[in-house]
Protein backbone atom coordinates (compact mmCIF):
# COMPACT_ATOMS: atom_id res chain seq x y z
CA UNK A 1 0.00 0.00 0.00
CA UNK A 2 2.78 2.60 0.70
CA UNK A 3 4.80 1.95 -2.21
CA UNK A 4 1.43 2.63 -4.40
CA UNK A 5 1.15 5.93 -2.51
CA UNK A 6 4.71 6.59 -3.06
CA UNK A 7 4.11 5.96 -6.28
CA UNK A 8 1.66 9.09 -6.83
CA UNK A 9 4.31 11.58 -5.77
CA UNK A 10 7.24 13.28 -6.32
CA UNK A 11 9.50 15.73 -4.69
CA UNK A 12 11.03 19.12 -5.99
CA UNK A 13 14.08 19.88 -4.45
CA UNK A 14 16.15 23.49 -4.45
CA UNK A 15 12.68 25.73 -4.92
CA UNK A 16 13.51 28.67 -2.81
CA UNK A 17 11.81 29.13 0.20
CA UNK A 18 10.28 32.55 1.49
CA UNK A 19 11.34 34.61 4.50
CA UNK A 20 9.08 34.75 6.99
CA UNK A 21 7.16 38.61 7.82
CA UNK A 22 8.21 40.30 10.88
CA UNK A 23 5.26 38.27 12.67
CA UNK A 24 7.11 34.77 11.68
CA UNK A 25 4.69 33.91 9.26
CA UNK A 26 4.95 32.56 5.85
CA UNK A 27 3.12 33.40 2.80
CA UNK A 28 4.13 31.45 0.42
CA UNK A 29 2.26 29.46 -1.86
CA UNK A 30 3.36 25.88 -3.10
CA UNK A 31 1.13 25.34 -5.29
CA UNK A 32 2.31 28.15 -7.24
CA UNK A 33 5.59 27.08 -7.54
CA UNK A 34 4.51 23.73 -8.97
CA UNK A 35 1.98 25.22 -11.28
CA UNK A 36 5.05 27.24 -12.87
CA UNK A 37 7.12 24.37 -12.35
CA UNK A 38 4.11 22.47 -14.80
CA UNK A 39 4.66 25.32 -17.07
CA UNK A 40 8.54 25.55 -17.38
CA UNK A 41 8.53 21.73 -18.60
CA UNK A 42 5.69 21.76 -21.06
CA UNK A 43 3.25 19.84 -19.19
CA UNK A 44 -0.03 20.30 -20.96
CA UNK A 45 -2.62 19.23 -19.77
CA UNK A 46 -1.58 20.47 -16.68
CA UNK A 47 -1.92 17.12 -14.32
CA UNK A 48 -4.25 17.32 -11.59
CA UNK A 49 -2.64 18.53 -7.93
CA UNK A 50 -4.13 17.25 -4.94
CA UNK A 51 -2.01 17.99 -2.53
CA UNK A 52 1.54 20.12 -2.57
CA UNK A 53 3.59 20.71 0.75
CA UNK A 54 6.50 21.49 2.40
CA UNK A 55 8.00 18.75 3.94
CA UNK A 56 10.72 18.44 6.92
CA UNK A 57 11.21 20.78 9.36
CA UNK A 58 11.96 24.43 9.14
CA UNK A 59 15.14 25.63 11.21
CA UNK A 60 14.26 26.26 15.14
CA UNK A 61 15.90 29.96 13.98
CA UNK A 62 13.43 30.96 11.42
CA UNK A 63 16.56 32.22 9.07
CA UNK A 64 15.80 30.66 5.70
CA UNK A 65 18.59 32.00 4.20
CA UNK A 66 21.64 30.23 6.45
CA UNK A 67 19.66 27.07 6.07
CA UNK A 68 18.75 24.48 2.79
CA UNK A 69 15.19 25.27 1.45
CA UNK A 70 12.81 22.60 2.30
CA UNK A 71 12.15 20.17 -0.15
CA UNK A 72 8.37 20.46 -1.89
CA UNK A 73 6.23 17.20 -2.06
CA UNK A 74 3.93 16.94 -4.88
CA UNK A 75 1.00 14.41 -5.14
CA UNK A 76 -0.58 14.03 -8.54
CA UNK A 77 -3.98 11.40 -8.98
CA UNK A 78 -1.75 8.77 -11.09
CA UNK A 79 1.17 7.47 -11.37
CA UNK A 80 1.45 7.89 -14.97
CA UNK A 81 1.67 11.80 -14.45
CA UNK A 82 4.63 11.28 -12.03
CA UNK A 83 6.11 9.51 -15.04
CA UNK A 84 5.09 12.34 -17.17
CA UNK A 85 6.41 15.30 -15.37
CA UNK A 86 9.95 13.35 -14.21
CA UNK A 87 10.67 12.59 -18.43
CA UNK A 88 10.08 16.10 -18.60
CA UNK A 89 12.51 17.22 -15.81
CA UNK A 90 15.84 17.80 -17.60
CA UNK A 91 13.72 20.89 -19.49
CA UNK A 92 14.49 22.65 -16.01
CA UNK A 93 18.29 22.62 -16.89
CA UNK A 94 18.04 23.53 -20.53
CA UNK A 95 15.98 26.95 -19.00
CA UNK A 96 17.13 30.39 -19.61
CA UNK A 97 15.54 31.11 -15.63
CA UNK A 98 18.58 31.10 -13.09
CA UNK A 99 16.23 29.76 -10.51
CA UNK A 100 14.85 27.02 -11.97
CA UNK A 101 18.92 25.16 -13.02
CA UNK A 102 19.21 24.34 -9.55
CA UNK A 103 15.70 22.94 -8.68
CA UNK A 104 15.89 18.91 -9.43
CA UNK A 105 12.94 16.21 -9.56
CA UNK A 106 12.81 13.23 -7.91
CA UNK A 107 10.56 10.33 -7.59
CA UNK A 108 9.36 10.07 -3.89
CA UNK A 109 11.69 7.32 -2.24
CA UNK A 110 11.62 5.57 0.81
CA UNK A 111 14.26 5.82 3.71
CA UNK A 112 15.90 2.80 2.44
CA UNK A 113 15.35 3.65 -1.45
CA UNK A 114 17.05 7.09 -1.13
CA UNK A 115 20.26 5.11 0.85
CA UNK A 116 20.04 2.85 -2.01
CA UNK A 117 20.07 5.56 -4.64
CA UNK A 118 22.62 7.54 -2.81
CA UNK A 119 25.42 4.30 -2.48
CA UNK A 120 24.86 4.09 -6.45
CA UNK A 121 25.27 7.90 -7.31
CA UNK A 122 28.59 7.19 -5.34
CA UNK A 123 29.22 4.26 -7.00
CA UNK A 124 28.29 6.53 -10.58
CA UNK A 125 30.88 8.92 -9.54
CA UNK A 126 33.86 7.22 -8.77
CA UNK A 127 33.37 5.31 -12.33
CA UNK A 128 33.46 8.62 -14.10
CA UNK A 129 36.36 9.66 -12.42
CA UNK A 130 38.01 6.12 -13.00
CA UNK A 131 37.02 6.36 -17.21
CA UNK A 132 35.91 9.37 -19.09
CA UNK A 133 36.02 7.72 -22.38
CA UNK A 134 32.44 6.53 -21.16
CA UNK A 135 29.47 8.30 -20.43
CA UNK A 136 27.37 6.29 -17.42
CA UNK A 137 24.15 6.87 -15.96
CA UNK A 138 21.56 5.11 -13.63
CA UNK A 139 18.39 3.29 -15.13
CA UNK A 140 16.50 0.40 -13.17
CA UNK A 141 18.62 0.59 -10.19
CA UNK A 142 22.17 -0.08 -12.28
CA UNK A 143 24.45 1.74 -13.89
CA UNK A 144 24.91 1.45 -17.27
CA UNK A 145 28.15 2.61 -19.50
CA UNK A 146 28.24 4.04 -22.82
CA UNK A 147 31.64 4.03 -24.98
CA UNK A 148 31.90 7.79 -25.83
CA UNK A 149 33.46 7.26 -29.35
CA UNK A 150 30.44 4.88 -31.02
CA UNK A 151 27.41 6.96 -29.05
CA UNK A 152 28.92 9.56 -31.36
CA UNK A 153 28.98 7.59 -33.99
CA UNK A 154 25.71 6.60 -33.78
CA UNK A 155 25.96 2.66 -32.57
CA UNK A 156 25.33 2.27 -29.03
CA UNK A 157 27.25 -0.92 -26.77
CA UNK A 158 25.94 -0.71 -23.21
CA UNK A 159 27.00 -2.38 -20.63
CA UNK A 160 25.64 -2.77 -17.40
CA UNK A 161 27.00 -3.31 -13.77
CA UNK A 162 24.55 -4.66 -11.15
CA UNK A 163 25.16 -3.96 -7.47
Do not use: M
Not at 72 to 86: G, M, S, Y
Not at 88 to 96: D, E, Q, Y
Not at 99 to 126: G, I, M, N, T
Amino acid sequence: VQENVRSNNFIIYGAEEEEPDEYGNQHENVTDIASNLFNEIGAFPKPQVPTVTRVGYQKADGNISSSRARPIKVTLTCPEAVKFVLSKASKLKRNAYDHWKCVYLAPDRSKDERAAHSKLVAELKQKISENSSKYYYIRDGKIISVDKALSIAGTQTTTTSET
